[in-house]
């Protein structure tokens, strides 16, 4: 896409969000130009799904925005992984939340996380059910170098919208009951659901980020998920 439209998409998509919904750029396979533009038009996140790719752009475009991991975290990258990201929206285990608690503790930092909901119960999906989010959420609150900030969801993807509506009523349902829980340690402050062809709708159902990429950059020349 030319330099000038994915400006002008970053401009457009600014104007239109509600104040307080935080927009983050999902940013895969796009190029550091890319990036740049939207970064020059305002974007202040980059969304990542991939370490690999994450550390390559950040050789280039380097602290000056936030990074967030939106994709699977492999336990095997946590320590690469903690040092780049500024938040982990994708804690979907204990296990990678002690990885992510002990790489973090090493380096005396304090990680913002989210946790990942499957809300559309998809076999072989990362992220927690939403009725076992509460039972992952208590282990992981005593962790002290996290900080769970939230919940976060990609649900299934569809042509339409409207479809993906329950799956954010899901989430945000598992959100407030959080909320209401009064965990030590424990902050729902975040919401992040909603892609290019859905985040009007998760805004309506309660989302404060949202993670755009299509939108923004244009096609993808191929999908890479
Ligand atoms: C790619 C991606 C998005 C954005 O998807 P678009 O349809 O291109 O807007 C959002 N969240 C995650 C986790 C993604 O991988």
Known sequence: ??????????????????AGVVLV???KTRSPEEVQAA??????????NYLQEAERIYQIIGNKVQWHMIGHLQRNKVKI??????MIETIDSVKLAEEVNKRCAAISKIMPVLIEINSGKELNKTGV??????KLV?????LPNLRVQGLMTMGPRFGSPEDAR????ATKLAFDRLSKAGIH????????????NSYKVAIEEGANIVRVGTKLFGERSYPKY
């Not at 992984?81 to 500024?86: E, I, P, Q, R, S």
């Not at 208590?138 to 005593?142: G, H, N």
């Not at 340690?185 to 290019?196: A, I, K, P």
């Open 1 to 18: 896409m030319y330099i000038n439209s994915i400006k002008e998409s970053v401009t457009e998509i600014r104007k239109s969000l509600p």
């Open 25 to 27: 750029a999902a940013a």
């Open 39 to 48: 970064i020059d038009a305002g974007i202040k996140i980059l969304g990542y």
């Open 81 to 86: 992984a903690v040092d780049l990201f500024d």
């Open 129 to 134: 059910l939403p009725e076992d989010v509460d």
């Open 138 to 142: 208590k282990p992981i609150s005593s």
């Open 166 to 169: 329950q799956y954010f009523k």
């Open 185 to 196: 340690n424990v902050e729902m402050r975040y919401l992040s659901m909603g892609m290019s």
